[in-house]
């Protein structure tokens, strides 16, 4: 698949969203990411279940070193599921060789953002993971439930919203994702989101993937830099060429292949 197949096909699925109930749009946005996935793993057992009274889908490698991994799926905390973050999640587990526990949090406008986050919280508390990972909405879930709860692991963190987004401080447009898309979501759970500091680091070891055509790269950028000089070991990588949303499709997309191996390898090296 080209870059531009894959953002032709994306965009074009994103637009069928529009005007649908939110069930609906859910429905039809976890089989959109998918469509993208890899294939599962031959040897990974996949288990739903609940973490303290969360629900959780539980992605376990046959030969998997002790720890678990906690991960939490982006969509605009409107969005997304462990359905649609389905191949994301798998992959993760089989390249860490770790079990997976992918968070279905509640989703806004049903939810607020509180509930989301607690939603989070509680299963990694509960959990005691090793690390934990988020793409999007959810990497500010990671973040925000990371600086709450005294985390001291390492953290994954995948094109995430830092800071309070501004017209000012976000990054030229881009497709699949706009400036305008951002601001939108954000005044959504603004309300909610709590108070922090973005060049505090939200654990002193952390992991970064971006993307170049996305306007939340340049905060996030200005963020890695922050968070090193205030001594966290930050380790980034951005693919070139692609768009927020593209790790949906990293089987396919070589630039964005190269850069989940990359980010999968160094938190691995952080898990040993």
């Keep these: 698949m080209t870059p531009e197949a894959f953002r032709h096909a994306f965009a074009q699925g994103l637009r069928k969203l529009d005007g649908l109930p ?16 890899p294939p599962l793993p031959g040897d990974l057992a996949i ?17 998997a070193s002790p720890g678990a991994v906690v991960y939490v799926h982006g969509g605009g905390w409107s969005l997304g599921s462990v359905r649609s ?34 939603d989070c919280r509680i299963t990694i ?3 005691a993971p090793m690390a934990a990972v988020g793409d999007s909405a959810g990497g500010r879930l990671v973040m925000d439930a990371a600086a709450g709860g005294g985390w001291q692991g390492p953290l994954g963190l995948i094109y995430p919203p830092v800071g309070r987004p501004t017209p000012a401080t976000l990054g030229p447009d881009a497709p699949l994702l706009s400036r305008a898309d951002i601001l939108a979501l ?23 993937l971006a993307v170049e055509h996305d306007p939340l790269t340049a905060p996030l ?18 693919a070139p060429g692609l768009w927020h949303g593209a790790l949906h499709a990293h089987a396919a997309l ?4 190269e850069a989940w191996d990359d980010f999968c390898t160094a938190l691995a090296r952080r898990l040993m």
């Design 186 to 208: 954000w005044q959504a759970v603004a309300d909610d989101m709590p108070e922090g500091d973005p060049d505090r680091p939200p654990g002193a070891f952390l992991e970064v």
């Design 125 to 127: 508390e509960t959990l």
């Design 85 to 118: 973050h389905q191949g994301i999640a798998a992959s993760l587990a089989a390249r860490l060789r770790r079990e997976v526990v992918s968070v279905d949090y509640r989703l806004a406008p049903e939810a607020s953002y509180a509930d989301a986050l607690a």
């Design 254 to 257: 070589p630039a964005m292949g």
């Design 22 to 37: 939110p069930g609906a749009a859910r429905r039809r946005y976890d089989r959109l990411c998918g469509r993208f996935a």
């Design 47 to 63: 288990v739903d279940g609940r973490v303290a009274g969360v629900p959780v889908r539980r992605f376990r490698p046959a030969d």
């Design 221 to 238: 950028e200005a963020a890695v830099s922050a968070w090193r000089a205030a001594g966290a070991e930050v380790g980034y990588r951005r």
